[in-house]
């Protein structure tokens, strides 16, 4: 909010602002220099091919990863996220790709691991009911919350998983590649979900692989490639062409124009049957 | 609430029952048709124990009609309470997928410790307890420090502790080698004479079903007051008193010669402590997380690190506190004490209770249920008078039965989706 701020600010509008993150394992530098922004009621896809840091990111912003450098301002404060309790504190939530739920315990010990109400005597009874305000929320079709986790399908864990990460309401959400291991229906409604987080005014992060889901739902498109930025687009401006070329480095510019024209051009003279 | 045993039908149907998918069942058929349900579908609980317990006590009993006497039954209780206080902490580590296998080392170190104490140094009898009690916390302090920061295999941390404090508990007790306990002691009578009132051990029993029934209660007005399904009044009630005439029963036939002595009921008081705290606090189900998903516990912002080193401190207090009980039970400490087959009894009782190896299923009910079995066969073939070579292929034998059954529930659990 300070006018004196520098140039690369985060804008007064977002709820979270990632700065200059870098990220090394050893060697090998997973992030360089990235940076992100959400406003409230926003969704962000965050896109890139295998290797490109999504995953490392998504883990920087919960909380598992320190980043090596580069600022983190969540709702204009300046932030460190050492471990996912603080992150889940500062109001930012995330789905992973795996899920992380355990297994052995039923939706609704599941829903508020961690967060349960009354430590000492735990209230589930309160608990059980907020699990189904949630659930129905979300329109979610899990029969009974009693059952392990162990036993729900994965658009029904899916569910469970961003039921649990509403717990709290945060102002953020992360979601790793969360249509990815779901069929046509349960992808729709994951998508309707996230469309549902949007009208709560939450700032969403999507990180997904389907250009199909990303543009069905997404405000802004990411994309990383490398572990860089390699362009940030508006949904409505930007063919899936342009976003799969950022992806892979092909940029739109006149030499790879050229190039693809050429290849193109030797390829047919070669004659090779398609 | 006259006809609680259909909650759900009279107004709407309860929040947690309206898909339709569900099969519905209420009252105590209900009850009962879901407890035969779980069972089927292999999540198979205490029933396998009891079922044993059943089998083993019909056969002890038909070779040696003393078995289940009122005499022998009391002392089976009091034989009980040490080794199944060190198997109340073993059921901690294996919750939380790890295991300790030095409990036997530091329950005889934690024997040293107190006969030293009190005996040749003097101390009341209170600290030379508390200072073996810390002692044992201590270990398991470094035993956690060492899993934390290190990595170290649990495994290979608490079998160095076994060889570790072996030496230690042989080195404390030096020349002599074996330090008695004077009979005067209020240690040594808590552990052999000291035995509950009659009128009291009913006032206890009593206290339990009507607790039980009490706190059903208020449980089920607390749900049904939220909208959720709630067991009805009967099914409450045939449950308090089924528990009544059961304990009520247990504890007459005690009475009938000495009585429930007050080790075992410290034991048993343990166990239900324990259990609140595993089934009813944050802490509890953190321990039941780590058990089942590590990596999810950590993301859900549990400090696992946390829960590991209080489950590594509870395993190693109990042990020192079964050791102190040990002595107490034998008015000494020796170099045998906590050697032979503590070690293993108290490991073996938990498992065979129903505690899973494989991390995040069992109940501190467990080591109640296991260390009966163990101490039982024990019993009883100490009263046919073979030796220690039956003794040891016998429980070897329900060990392996019991982990059999296990790992046989887990893949039935797994086709039924019960986790």
């Not at chain 1, 530098?29 to 009621?41: H, I, N």
């Not at chain 1, 883990?59 to 301002?73: F, Q």
């Not at chain 1, 399908?153 to 990815?180: K, W």
């Not at chain 2, 209020?186 to 009507?210: H, I, M, R, T």
Request: net charge neutral; charged share 15%.
């Amino acid at each position: 909010m300070t006018p004196t701020a520098p140039a690369s600010a985060p804008a007064d509008t977002s709820v979270l602002s990632l700065r200059s993150i870098s990220k090394t394992f050893g060697a090998v530098a997973a992030l360089t220099d990235v940076d992100l922004d959400v406003a409230p009621g926003q969704v962000v896809a965050v896109v890139g091919d295998n290797g490109a840091g999504k995953s490392t990111l998504v883990k920087v912003l919960a909380g598992v990863h320190a980043p090596t450098s580069g600022t983190i301002t969540f709702e204009q404060r300046t932030v460190t996220i050492d471990d996912p309790a603080t992150a889940h504190d500062l109001g930012i939530a995330t789905v992973f790709q795996d899920l992380a739920l355990c297994e052995n315990l039923n939706v609704i010990e599941n829903l508020f691991l961690g967060r349960e109400i009354n430590a000492l005597r735990l209230d589930d009874v309160a608990m059980e009911v907020r699990s189904w305000e949630l659930l129905r929320q979300l329109s979610a079709k899990i029969p009974t919350v009693r059952i392990p986790v162990a036993s729900l399908s994965g658009g029904q864990r899916q569910t469970v998983a961003i039921a649990r990460s509403l717990i709290g309401d945060p102002r953020v959400i992360i979601l790793d590649e969360p249509t990815a291991a779901l069929g046509v229906a349960q992808t729709a409604e994951v998508l309707n979900l996230v469309e549902r987080l949007r009208e709560r005014g939450l700032g969403v992060i999507m990180i997904s692989h389907n250009m199909e889901d990303v543009r069905a739902v997404a405000d802004k498109v990411a994309v990383l490639r490398l572990g860089r930025n390699n362009g940030v687009f508006d949904v409505q401006d930007v063919s899936s062409e342009e976003i799969i070329a950022a992806i892979t480095g092909a940029t739109d510019n006149a030499v790879s124009q050229r190039a693809s024209r050429r290849q193109g051009a030797t390829t047919t003279h070669e004659g090779a049957p398609s | 609430m006259t006809t609680t045993d259909q909650p759900a039908e009279q107004t709407a149907v309860a929040t947690d029952l309206q898909d339709e998918r569900l099969r519905r069942s209420s009252g105590l058929r209900g009850t009962v048709d879901a407890q035969v349900r779980r069972i089927k579908d292999g999540d198979l609980g205490v029933l396998p124990v009891v079922a044993g317990l059943v089998v083993i006590w019909g056969v002890l009993q038909a070779l040696n009609p003393i078995f289940l006497s009122s005499a022998n039954l009391v002392n089976l209780t009091l034989e009980c309470a040490s080794v199944g206080i060190i198997a109340l902490g073993v059921v901690f580590m294996l919750l939380v997928g790890q295991i300790d296998l030095s409990v036997g080392s530091v329950s005889g170190l934690s024997s040293a410790i107190v006969a030293i104490l009190f005996v040749d140094k003097g101390l009341p009898v209170v600290v030379a307890i508390v200072a073996a009690v810390l002692a044992g916390a201590v270990v398991g302090f470094a035993y956690s420090l060492m899993f934390n920061r290190f990595g170290v295999p649990s495994f290979v941390i608490t079998l160095a502790g076994l060889l570790g404090f072996l030496g230690l508990q042989l080195y404390l007790l030096g020349a002599q080698g074996s330090i008695n306990l004077p009979f005067d002691s209020g240690l040594v009578k808590f552990a052999q004479l000291w035995f509950v009132p009659p009128w009291l051990s009913y006032v206890l029993v009593v206290l339990a079903a009507g607790g039980l029934l009490v706190t059903g209660l208020a449980h089920s007005r607390k749900r049904a007051a939220a909208g959720l399904s709630h067991r009805g009044l009967t099914d409450l009630g045939v449950r308090s008193a089924v528990l009544l005439l059961l304990l009520g029963f247990v504890v007459f036939y005690l009475n009938q010669t000495r009585g429930v002595g007050w080790m075992f009921v410290l034991f048993v008081g343990l166990v239900l402590v324990m259990h609140y705290l595993l089934s009813r606090t944050k802490w509890g189900r953190s321990v039941y997380a780590v058990g089942g998903n590590v990596e999810a516990a950590r993301r859900a912002g549990i400090n696992v690190r946390l829960v590991y080193t209080s489950c590594f401190m509870l395993c190693t207090s109990f042990a020192a506190l079964g050791g102190v009980l040990a002595a107490a039970r034998l008015a000494a400490a020796n170099q045998s004490s906590g050697g032979g087959d503590v070690n293993l009894n108290a490991i073996a009782a938990a498992v065979i209770g129903g505690t899973s190896l494989f991390g995040g299923r069992g109940t501190a009910f467990a080591a109640l249920l296991g260390v009966l079995v163990i101490q039982s066969i024990s019993s009883g073939l100490t009263l046919l008078s073979l030796d220690s070579s039956f003794r040891f292929m016998v429980t070897g034998a329900v060990l392996m039965l019991a982990v059999a059954l296990d790992s046989a529930a887990r893949r039935t659990r797994a086709s039924s989706g019960r986790a």
